[in-house]
T-cell receptor
Framework: GAVVSQHPSWVICKSGTSVKIECRSLDFQATTMFWYRQFPKQSLMLMATSNEGSKATYEQGVEKDKFLINHASLTLSTLTVTSAHPEDSSFYIC??????????FGDGTRLSIL | KQEVTQIPAALSVPEGENLVLNCSFTDSAIYNLQWFRQDPGKGLTSLLLIQSSQREQTSGRLNASLDKSSGRSTLYIAASQPGDSATYLCAVRPVGSGTYKYIFGTGTRLKVLA
């Protein structure tokens, strides 16, 4: 079946650095990708929706300059957390869908900012 | 604003029991509802998707029902096994969410004891 791969699965970095997370659709063309954030024991909160070749649409309250999303190809979207701080520590999950495809979710990236 | 609630938040049962997980949503204008499974530190696996015109879906030991007018869905798990231990999330796709975004509930953490 369709697979969405996220990389890295876990990253630890110092406060102030920028971190890039990749989301790839391995066997289908992802016309739309979604980025979610999940705090411990809480549900997934949609951060932004990105369509290939166009700017991402951010949900209310999500800083677009803080969370940079690029969807440059039909198989790859990246989320860059700029100048990360401890409060950005969270579990980030992407999902992707293509034409006539349901959403498929990646395995998530655990981000820890020291 | 669509809100999704899941009850109970946590559940612990002995192996072999049949169990019911509940999901309620505040706005009945939805395209569909999905039930997902999330293992600790992992992404989401789709279990069942019910379109708004459907009443239920079945897959193996899982049965999901949908009563759109009352804003409720249930996930029935028959003959539970320790391998069923996970967090179960329900999510609705609201009408008007042209980008296929989903609103997630807070989940039910299930533990099946051997």
């Amino acid at each position: 079946g369709a697979v969405v791969s996220q990389h890295p699965s876990w990253v630890i970095c110092k406060s102030g650095t920028s971190v890039k997370i990749e989301c790839r659709s391995l066997d289908f063309q992802a016309t739309t990708m979604f980025w979610y954030r999940q705090f411990p024991k809480q549900s997934l909160m949609l951060m932004a929706t990105s369509n290939e070749g166009s700017k991402a649409t951010y949900e209310q309250g999500v800083e677009k300059d803080k969370f940079l999303i690029n969807h440059a190809s039909l198989t790859l979207s990246t989320l860059t957390v700029t100048s990360a701080h401890p409060e950005d520590s969270s579990f980030y999950i992407c999902s992707a869908r293509g034409n006539d495809q349901p959403q498929h979710f990646g395995d998530g990236t655990r981000l820890s900012i020291l | 604003k669509q809100e999704v609630t899941q009850i109970p938040a946590a559940l612990s049962v002995p192996e072999g029991e049949n169990l019911v997980l509940n999901c309620s949503f505040t706005d009945s204008a939805i395209y569909n509802l999905q039930w997902f499974r999330q293992d600790p530190g992992k992404g989401l696996t789709s279990l069942l998707l019910i379109q708004s015109s459907q009443r239920e879906q079945t897959s193996g030991r899982l049965n999901a029902s949908l009563d759109k007018s009352s804003g409720r869905s249930t996930l029935y798990i028959a003959a539970s096994q320790p391998g069923d231990s996970a967090t179960y999330l329900c999510a609705v796709r609201p009408v008007g969410s042209g980008t296929y975004k989903y609103i997630f509930g807070t989940g039910t953490r299930l533990k099946v004891l051997a």
